[in-house]
Every structure is written in structure tokens, then in C-alpha cells.
């Protein structure tokens, strides 16, 4: 009799540890994050804009703008949001990535592990971002909160509406000083001269060249100091005064765009879990 419950008891302990492998193995199944693609969306219409559900933002690059023109007020805004935020997520995950890849070649650089290729891209770096040493680079590619990033964006585009925005994808009000890339001329002239805005090929490619710019110029040298000790975009944004003429009148926008619609709550959106191996990620 005992030896019977003895069996029983050895039976019942491999059933529950049977069982509890298997929940350990679906939980395992459940929790491996799915692999999302980038996905090219092209805007025929409104229609075409994807509203984001909740704050894991889809990866997803625009090609051509909706006439936000055509809708007003509180529905211009939210698709003008649902519009930019692949993009800023993207674009701050693509400069995120540069700055570990420059802070390995430094750390090798610190150890002497340089390659002969690799000090010549070093070099490069260095002269592009206008920095005496790659830590420089580093630090200078440290990026700002999405929502002084979508603020921005909004005020330069006129949330979407403004000409450089529907006819080159220029978001941020960047000139061009390069005959030979492609840009627009603006419709007023300084001092006789005519201004050049960039035009590019999508709104990432825009929002990129934003987070660069503000990485090399050096009205954002005290803006870039800054951002490396503190993330709250309400002590960053006065540092930002010399983005504008207006100087502290635009600084004061910035605050009250920032407040009046919420934009803090970007803050903490993140970009969903993707394929990094994704040729077309990998080529952006």
C-alpha cells in the first residue's frame, strides 16, 4: 500500500512539474517580443495616416503629405501628431544608434584598438560635428525629449499646413546653402538674397537632419551642454532661444504649445519592438 502511494506521489509531482514547464514555455512564447518591419506608408490621403493606438509607436516612414489644409482645429492636430511621431521615433533611434556605434570606436580608440579605417572615420566625425575629440561627437548626439522635438515640428509647419512642409517634407524651417542639393526657394527674399529651404524625401528624413543639425551648430552649443544633465524640457527649451528671431517670444511658444497640448505624455512613448536587420532600416 505504500508503494502504491509512493507511485502516486511520483506520478502527481511529474504531472504538476510537466505542467509547470509547459506554462514556462508558453509565458516564454508570449513574452519574445514579435518583430515588427518598417513599414513605407505612401499618403494619397488623409486616410492614409495610421493613428497610433497607445504609446508603442509603430515604426513607419511617410512618403508625401496629406493636405492638413483641408481639416481644422482639434483634427489637424491629432493627425499632425499621429503623422510625426514614427517619424521623430525613428529618427531618434537611427542618431541613438550612431552615438553607441561613436562611443564603441571610442572606447576603442581609448584602448588603442583603433583600426587604420576607423581613425579615418574618427577624423571625419570629429571635423563634421565641429568637435575637438569623438566623446565630443558622443556627447553631442545625445538626443532631446519628443516632446520639444513635436512642438517644434508643429511651430514650423504651421502643424502641418505650411509650403515647405507640403512640397519638400521640410518640417523644422531648414535652409539650404548647397546649390547642388535639392531644395525650394522661399517666396521672400533676405536682403536681396534669395533663401533656400532643403527638400527632402520623407518626414524622417527631415526630422534626422533636424537632430543633426542641432548636434553640429553652434547656436545650440549651450542647447547640447544642457540636454546632457537633465531631460525635462521645460529647463531645455530657453536654451533653444537662437532656433528663431523671435528670440524669447518663441522660446515662450515653445512653453505654451508644449502645456497646452500635453506633449510631456511623449515623452515616454517608445518605439516598437523591430527588425533592425531590416535592409530599409539599415539604409535610412
Not at 131 to 158: D, K, M, R
Not at 177 to 192: G, H, K
Not at 222 to 246: C, G, M, W
Not at 247 to 260: A, D, G, T
Amino acid at each position: 500500500m505504500a508503494k502504491l502511494k509512493s507511485t502516486k506521489l511520483v506520478l502527481g509531482l511529474g504531472i504538476v512539474l510537466a505542467l509547470l514547464i509547459a506554462l514556462f514555455l508558453w509565458f516564454r512564447v508570449e513574452s519574445v517580443p514579435e518583430y515588427y518591419p518598417v513599414k513605407e506608408v505612401y499618403v494619397d490621403n488623409l486616410d492614409s495616416i495610421i493613428i497610433q493606438k497607445d504609446s508603442l509607436i509603430e515604426p513607419i516612414v511617410y512618403h508625401g503629405n496629406p493636405n492638413l489644409r483641408l481639416v481644422k482645429g482639434n483634427e489637424r492636430k491629432e493627425l499632425f501628431i499621429n503623422l510625426m511621431l514614427p517619424s521623430i521615433m525613428i529618427a531618434r533611434k537611427k542618431v541613438e544608434y550612431e552615438r553607441n556605434k561613436y562611443q564603441n570606436l571610442h572606447l576603442q580608440s581609448e584602448q588603442g584598438n583603433l583600426l587604420p579605417k576607423d581613425s579615418i572615420l574618427v577624423d571625419s566625425l570629429v571635423t563634421y560635428f565641429k568637435c575637438n575629440n569623438l566623446l565630443q561627437v558622443v556627447e553631442a548626439l545625445e538626443v532631446q525629449p519628443v516632446s520639444i522635438i513635436l512642438a517644434q515640428a508643429a511651430i514650423e509647419s504651421g502643424w502641418g499646413t505650411s509650403r515647405f512642409f507640403l512640397e519638400a517634407n521640410n518640417v523644422f524651417g531648414i535652409w539650404s546653402y548647397n546649390a547642388f542639393e535639392d531644395r525650394i526657394a522661399a517666396s521672400q527674399s533676405r536682403q536681396e538674397n534669395t533663401v533656400y529651404l532643403r527638400k527632402y524625401d520623407n518626414l524622417y528624413g527631415s526630422v534626422y537632419d533636424y537632430l543633426i543639425t542641432v548636434a553640429r551648430a553652434p547656436a545650440y552649443k549651450q542647447f547640447r551642454k544642457a540636454r546632457l544633465n537633465t531631460k525635462d524640457p521645460h529647463k531645455l527649451i530657453p536654451y533653444l532661444v537662437n532656433y528663431s528671431e523671435l528670440r524669447e517670444e518663441y522660446v515662450n511658444i515653445l512653453r505654451s504649445v508644449i502645456n497646452h497640448n500635453n506633449f510631456t505624455q511623449y515623452d515616454h512613448y517608445k518605439l516598437i519592438h523591430f527588425d533592425e536587420n531590416n535592409p530599409f532600416w539599415k539604409n535610412l
